[in-house]
């Protein structure tokens, strides 16, 4: 039988996340579970694509956007499940027994948040994005997403949208999103670069924004900047 899922991660001048990423996702392999890992890549200029070679994933590309970006890696999937993963994010050991027992309920689910950082702020900045995401049924992507193709497919799809396209997905499946008792660690840089406070505000002027209706390519600009 073949192994089920199907890693998506969309990529961007990423080489500086990668290798955790992919290191945590061997534990995947090892269980039999990862059936093959898509880079989507926005135009990278740096060694990611160098990076996927090595690592024998396959390289779907296109323009820089990550809604496209993650729906081009899924249209290109052949697994009955699809991981969507971002490159500075990194599964937590043990992952792969708690995807096991949830692969036998079609669904969409998402890890737990936290941050590789120690301190009050990271704590507090994860658990507003766990307790977000556990009661009004809205996890970002650096939290990754696991759904089974036929709930993606049945709710559309990912957005070709440059930014909240998780949001987005989420709000298309009508609060299915389900908890998974594990782990994904992302990368604290920005919010180190920026402040924990001002970042986490910002984010959430974003959210509340695109909920009542704001230009996903007017927030991006603004999230850029």
């Known amino acids: ?42 135009g990278s200029l740096d060694s990611t694509l160098g990076i996927a070679e090595a690592a ?20 290109a999937a052949a697994g009955d499940w699809l991981l969507f993963l971002h490159a500075d994010t ?13 692969l036998p309920t079609p669904g969409a689910y998402h890890f737990r948040l936290r941050f590789d950082a ?6 507090l900045v994860s658990g507003w994005a766990n307790v977000r995401s556990r009661y009004l049924g809205l996890p970002y992507g650096d939290q990754g997403l696991l759904i089974d193709r036929a709930s993606y497919e049945k709710a559309g799809g990912f957005p070709d949208i440059p930014l909240m396209e998780d949001v987005a997905l989420a709000r298309l499946l009508r609060r ?50």
């Open 1 to 42: 039988m073949r192994a089920p899922i199907s890693v998506i991660i969309p990529t961007l001048d990423a080489e500086s996340g990668l290798p955790h990423c992919l290191s945590a996702l061997g534990e995947g392999l090892n269980a039999g579970l990862i059936r093959e890992v898509i880079f989507s890549d926005g």
């Open 56 to 75: 024998g994933a396959e390289v779907v590309s296109g323009p820089p956007s990550r809604g496209g970006q993650l729906r081009r890696g899924a249209e």
């Open 90 to 102: 990194a599964l937590q050991e043990g992952w792969t027994e708690v995807v096991l027992r949830a």
């Open 118 to 123: 120690k301190g009050l702020a990271p704590r």
């Open 176 to 225: 299915q999103m389900l908890e998974l008792p594990a782990y994904a660690v992302t990368n604290a840089g920005k919010y180190q670069r920026q402040g924990w406070l001002r970042r986490g505000a910002r984010n959430l002027s974003i959210l509340i924004r695109y909920l009542f209706g704001a230009d996903p390519a007017q927030l991006a600009k603004q999230y850029r900047k």
